[in-house]
């Protein structure tokens, strides 16, 4: 169960900022932004974002470090329904980039996310420290890491999971990309249909033959 915090406690009042932070750096960019617009969207004063927040620096980052952090909770939270042991390893891994998609790529987190980096990452990196130090390398890993099992178990074929997991990640986005640039969110029919394409493909590259489907005879074999 998500933990809410007691309205007008310290925390509240933090989170509170950082959810209008995020919102304004998003639209205004990081230069537009400033601390009134972001106490006036919290609805506190600007007082209580000095307090909690000395500058504008240290609440980007704090929103960038909390935002990841978030993220990453709602990744592991899925990957937990990553299907170590597949009955119909297609249909398993298209259920699974499914959830991934919808729970991750698609939530408010990961939209605020995407937008921060798109907007602001190219002009200021140093502020997305916290997102390069515990974002994509842990995520990565720990996906190649079930990758690895199944390639263990018999079910995948591959030599480099670490390659397999952003290349999986990559072709399960693949087809959403046009929207997110455009500012809109994927229908369900979108996800779907960018999830078994991506899992088709993946598993051209990587699926054992009995997961893949009978393989087409040769004329020589046919004879």
């Avoid at 620096?57 to 952090?69: H, P, R, S, Y």
């Avoid at 699974?96 to 200021?124: H, T």
């Avoid at 890993?141 to 290349?167: C, E, N, S, T, V």
């Amino acid at each position: 169960m998500t933990f809410v915090p007691a309205p007008g406690s310290h925390l509240a009042k933090r989170l509170s900022v950082i959810e209008a932070a995020a919102k304004v750096f998003c639209c205004e960019g990081y230069a537009g932004a400033n601390i009134d617009l972001i106490a006036a969207e919290a609805s506190v004063s600007r007082q209580t974002v000095y307090n909690h927040y000395r500058d504008k620096e240290t609440l980007f980052k704090a929103v960038v470090a909390e935002i990841t952090e978030r993220c990453n909770a709602g990744f592991f939270e899925t990957l937990a329904t990553f299907p170590d042991h597949p009955q119909d390893l297609p249909a398993d891994l298209i259920a699974f980039a499914i959830r991934l998609n919808s729970n991750c790529v698609c939530s408010k987190d990961g939209k605020f996310l995407r937008r921060l980096i798109q907007k602001e990452s190219e002009r200021y990196p140093e502020l997305f420290q916290a997102w390069r130090d515990d974002g994509p390398s842990k995520t990565w890993a720990a996906l190649a890491a079930r990758f690895a099992r199944l390639a263990l178990a018999g079910h995948l074929d591959m030599d480099d999971p670490d390659l397999a997991a952003r290349q999986f990640l990559a072709l399960n986005n693949a087809d959403l990309q046009l929207t997110f640039m455009l500012g809109g969110t994927p229908s369900e029919e979108q996800i779907h249909r960018s999830a078994e394409n991506a899992v088709r493909t993946f598993l051209k590259a990587y699926g054992r033959k009995a997961e893949t489907g009978p393989r087409e005879k040769t004329p020589l074999a046919a004879e």
